[in-house]
């Protein structure tokens, strides 16, 4: 598959239903510019759809969701390599590894809510699901040590200085904009649901806080009973708010990174702005304290 996404040309679309080479291409092209498609699995879905679209209009294009001949075009003014070859090293699967525990008494007990497989640490690493990786490297193991994976080609990208942050109820999406108010980012967004609904207002970012401890407080649950106990749970990627925080002026309200990345955007939050893990992070490193928020119908 991984030749086939770069031997991938422009002449074909991709859109509602598609999946293979051409999708995983346009998914990691996107991810490069900021353009997030979610986690990246080779199949088009809403996520990507949102990144088509906003880069698309961005770049004065006709809004369809669909990869046409035009936004290839643009796509493909990267040239790098879609995948690399990436040696599986003694930590990524050093673990712990563990199942984490629904019960938040049993989770507040462990010492670090971390990934419960090494495929699933590497996933996250290139912003992939397990099963893609396992896709793109058929019988190899991706929990051994100096197994060489191809895994795609997502380099950190460079900090830019954003001037605003806006979190769409309506798109489910958090956007960025930065000098001369360009938009610079967007991302695929949980935005709270029917009973913990977005805080609709102006705000401002006040902490950007990494690997964050998770303070659980049923009084601000509207499914648990106010009479469960309060619990705080220890940090990693599968703590509820992933591995950034950036609270905002709005009390007890932020924008942070997920345990399941292969749900942003199809369900609900407590009210709070979800993002992938590697969507946040790459956020965070854009925002300061003082960043407005801004969230919107």
């Not at 390599?81 to 990524?92: C, E, I, N």
């Not at 563990?98 to 419960?116: C, F, L, R, S, T």
């Amino acid at each position: 598959m991984a030749q086939r996404a770069e031997d991938a040309d422009g002449n074909e679309p991709v859109g509602p239903g598609a999946q293979g080479p051409r999708v995983l291409r346009a998914q990691i092209l996107l991810d490069r510019v900021h353009f997030s498609p979610g986690q990246i699995d080779a199949r088009y879905g809403d996520d990507l759809a949102t990144g088509i679209k906003a880069f698309q209009e961005v770049n004065n294009l006709k809004v369809t969701g669909t990869v046409d001949v035009e936004t290839w075009k643009l796509l493909n003014r990267d040239m790098r390599p879609l995948f690399v070859a990436y040696t599986v090293r003694p930590l990524d699967v050093k673990g712990p590894f563990a199942p984490i525990p629904k019960d938040v008494q049993e989770q507040a007990q462990m010492k670090y809510m971390g990934y419960e497989s090494a495929e699933e640490e590497l996933g996250e690493k290139f912003h992939s699901s397990p099963r893609l990786l396992a896709e793109l490297n058929p019988g190899k193991h991706l929990d051994m040590p100096g197994e060489v994976l191809e895994v795609p080609n997502v380099p950190p990208h460079p900090p830019s200085r954003v001037v605003r942050v806006v979190v769409s109820k309506s798109k489910r999406t958090v956007t960025a904009y930065g000098v001369g108010d360009k938009v610079i980012a967007e991302y695929p967004a949980t935005v709270g649901g029917e009973h913990d609904p977005l805080p609709i207002g102006t705000w401002k970012i006040l902490s950007v806080d990494r690997n964050p401890w998770f303070y659980y407080d049923p009084v601000h649950f509207w499914n648990t009973s106010p009479d469960a106990a309060a619990a705080k749970l220890p940090p990693g990627p599968r703590n509820p708010a992933g591995t950034v925080w950036m609270g905002l002026s709005k009390a007890h309200y932020g924008i942070h990174g997920t345990p399941d990345p292969g749900r942003i955007r199809h369900g609900a939050s407590a009210g709070c702005i979800r993002l992938t893990n590697w969507d946040a992070l790459d956020l965070a490193r854009m925002v300061h304290p003082g960043t407005p928020a801004i969230l919107e119908e």
